[in-house]
């Protein structure tokens, strides 16, 4: 049977309100006119945008070229609608993105402040998003399957071994992007079974910290824990750069520096940018230095998704990125 698609992306989507730059400082928050029941705070931007880690991963891949399509839920609402048309205003197919009549789509109103940010979401359909929801049809018939956002949907988490097994019994490749645990639980025994099925695994510093047990301590070191577990890590390190690990081999890439408007979403295209130069036969150095490139560039708007680049507007980068192995 013919492939029909390069990537499936599983995971969650949602409208992000992106509002700031707020004046006051975050810390400060209950002596300020943010404050419940004080005045309202005005800021000089507004943006209703598309996010969820799923649905930037997804929008940035098909930027970069790839057919992809997204399986996930939503709510039968005005929301729902909006998830639904932007992910194909941006060439993803959302036939498999499924509508719950019983919860709200999930909403994130995201409030900056210089370099950091404020998220308050409410979870809706995203916690009941299950393995059910993701038709075995798009799993045989797609070169690579990639879930994200792990720990934020327990219900999915549960059966994504399960899923990844029956994705590599079709021939694709399988990758994981876990985003942050808000519980604080970081539960890595429900992680183990998806790691042994899982041939990328894509996170942060502080995330692969956590997931391997060694919070706060050497990046390279989690990652080479991580990789021994079965895939190849990639961490995302801010403003020092990348790395991957497969277990033996170190390659860094120290990316490039761009006027930086927003930084949301650029883990999410440095993701789809790995997982696109990978489908492209590049090798892990190349692969690396690629994804780099994207994430950095997709900050140059707001939004997760209105800077993201295409193929060759990541490869006019890469003479300005230093990568190879350590």
């Not at 970069?64 to 909006?82: E, I, S």
């Not at 018939?141 to 792990?150: G, L, M, T």
């Not at 079974?193 to 942060?204: E, G, H, K």
Request: some cysteine; charged content about 15%; glycine content about 12%.
């Amino acid at each position: 049977m013919p492939l029909t698609f390069d990537l499936l992306v599983i995971g969650e989507a949602g409208p992000y309100v992106m509002l700031g730059p707020i004046d006051a400082p975050l810390d400060a928050l209950p002596d300020t006119p943010l404050a419940l029941g004080g005045r309202a705070q005005r800021v000089d931007s507004g943006v209703l945008t598309l996010g969820g880690s799923a649905a930037l991963t997804a929008c940035g891949a098909a930027r970069l070229g790839l057919r992809v399509a997204f399986a996930g839920r939503v709510g039968d609402d005005d929301a729902g609608d909006y998830v639904r048309d932007r992910l194909a205003a941006h060439g993803v197919n959302t036939r498999a993105l499924r509508v719950d009549d019983t919860l709200p789509t999930p909403l994130t109103t995201v409030m900056t402040h210089g370099g950091g940010q404020m998220v308050i979401s409410a979870p809706g359909t995203r916690a009941t998003t299950t393995g059910d929801d993701i038709p075995e049809q798009l799993l045989t018939r797609s070169r690579h399957v990639h879930c994200a956002s792990f720990f934020l949907m327990p219900k999915l988490a549960a059966t994504l071994s399960h899923l990844f097994a029956a994705a590599h019994a079709a021939g694709a490749t399988t990758s994981l992007g876990t985003n942050d645990e808000r519980s604080g639980r970081w539960d890595r025994t429900a992680l183990t079974p998806v790691l042994a099925r899982t041939d990328l695994l894509l996170t942060d510093a502080y995330e692969a910290g956590r997931l391997a047990g060694t919070d706060g301590g050497c990046v390279t070191s989690a990652a080479e824990l991580l990789a021994r577990r079965g895939p190849l890590v990639t961490v995302r390190n801010g403003v020092d750069g990348a790395l991957c690990h497969d277990g033996d081999t170190l390659l860094t890439t120290d990316g490039i520096r761009v006027n930086a408007r927003d930084a949301v979403g650029a883990g999410d295209s440095f993701n789809a940018g790995f997982i696109a130069a990978q489908l492209a036969g590049r090798p892990p150095a190349e692969a690396l230095a690629i994804a780099a490139v994207c994430g950095a560039l997709s900050t140059r708007a707001g939004g997760g998704t209105a800077a993201q680049p295409t193929w060759a507007q990541a490869l006019a980068h890469l003479t300005t990125v230093g990568d190879g192995p350590s």
